[in-house]
């Protein structure tokens, strides 16, 4: 009988380069350390991840998928441009998976996810530290945590697919209207009351507002384009 044998290499897996590229590339992005329609150079970012080009290149591709930047032929990899269509798409996505989670805690009488209130008073701490990247993460896992409670696991992996383009839309967003700190607050915490009354139509009217078009905003992302 064969004994099965046990790896004794304690080296780092050759992917933890490349999530480590990734990682650092990401958050330089949302950061705004990198402009958007920038061009970043693989061998600069080589050098700054202190890593070979090869998982720099594997993390590019990925950043590519999840829509952080283009990789264009001739020119690499260029930071996607944020517009206005884009957020109005993103926010219809919203709007359709949340509402549908909304009502179907509500008429199962499920109240409000565990996690709620604490991801709330994190997201308070960090606006308070106006780190926006840290509150665009958290937002999206407290709007996660609704669709989750929901029970459906195929809306739920439809809606963590929106991830990376809600968070970085959601730091931009801050960045260019932080004065809605106060609003936003209030607004979750509507929600969150909402759901304790099961009250369906207050909840879709709550993310309705939360989620509506503000002039200025659309103005920053390029108004129509």
């Known amino acids: 009988m064969s004994v099965p044998t046990t790896r004794t290499d304690t080296r780092p897996a050759r992917t933890s380069a490349g999530q480590r590229a990734y990682e650092w590339i990401r958050d330089a992005?949302?950061?705004?350390?990198?402009?958007?329609?920038?061009?970043?150079?693989?061998?600069a970012l080589?050098?700054?991840?202190n890593t070979s080009r090869t998982p720099v290149r594997e993390a590019l591709?990925?950043?590519?998928?999840e829509r952080y930047i283009d990789l264009l032929p001739r020119r690499g990899a260029q930071v996607r441009v944020v517009t206005a269509v884009e957020m109005r798409e993103i926010y219809q996505a919203r709007i359709l998976l949340e509402s549908d989670a909304l009502r179907g805690i509500c008429r199962r009488h499920a109240g409000?996810?565990?996690?709620?209130?604490?991801?709330?008073?994190?997201m308070e701490q960090a606006g308070a530290?106006?780190?926006w990247n840290a509150y665009a993460q958290l937002d999206y896992r407290f709007h996660a945590a609704i669709v989750r409670h929901h029970g459906n696991a195929v809306i739920a992996d439809l809606y963590d697919a929106l991830q990376p383009r809600q968070v970085r839309l959601g730091t931009r967003t801050m960045m260019e209207a932080p004065g809605r700190l106060s609003t936003i607050a209030s607004e979750h915490r509507q929600l969150v009351a909402a759901m304790a009354d099961h009250d369906a139509d207050t909840c879709v009217s709550v993310l309705l507002t939360h989620l509506r078009e503000v002039p200025e905003l659309v103005d920053a992302f390029g108004g129509n384009k």
């Open 61 to 65: 591709q990925r950043l590519q998928v």
């Open 112 to 122: 409000v996810p565990e996690e709620a209130e604490a991801l709330l008073a994190e």
């Open 46 to 49: 080589s050098e700054r991840v």
């Open 29 to 43: 992005i949302l950061r705004g350390d990198f402009a958007e329609g920038e061009f970043i150079d693989e061998v």
């Open 129 to 131: 530290a106006r780190d």
